[in-house]
């Protein structure tokens, strides 16, 4: 399993970025996944996931109606639209095969994260 998160940066709060992560190694397209992030202080929080046919999604409240997930089975991508990005959204990003966030502490405990991509929101 690999995963290469990419598309984090600096940005100002109220902007946007768009995160990929590109996967490889497994049935990308058989599973569901999800996005989490990570700061210093905090325990990982699970952000949002998708199914594996992509029909169905699943936020955490503190991004629902800002954050977009979405994936292209095609091309084994996985993608999180960040928009109107707030302090409290800094941290490193890592997309996660499993949906929820049991799955996701799974796929941690078996060592199929990626190395994530720093998001850094300022004011």
């Known amino acids: 399993v690999q995963l290469v998160e990419s598309g984090g940066g600096m940005v100002q709060t109220g902007g946007s970025l768009r995160l990929s992560c590109a996967a490889s190694g497994f049935a990308f397209s058989s599973k569901d996944m999800s996005w989490v992030r990570q700061t210093r202080t905090k325990a990982p929080e699970w952000v949002a996931g998708?199914?594996?046919?992509?029909?169905?999604?699943y936020y955490a409240d503190s991004v629902k109606g800002r954050f977009t997930i979405s994936r292209d089975n095609a091309d084994s991508m996985l993608y999180l639209q960040m928009d109107n990005l707030q302090s409290e959204d800094t941290g490193q990003y890592y997309c996660a095969p499993g949906g929820s966030y049991v799955e996701v502490a799974e796929s941690y405990e078996n060592g199929y994260w990626g190395r994530g991509t720093q998001v850094t929101v300022s004011s």
């Open positions: 998708i199914d594996a046919a992509g029909d169905n999604e």
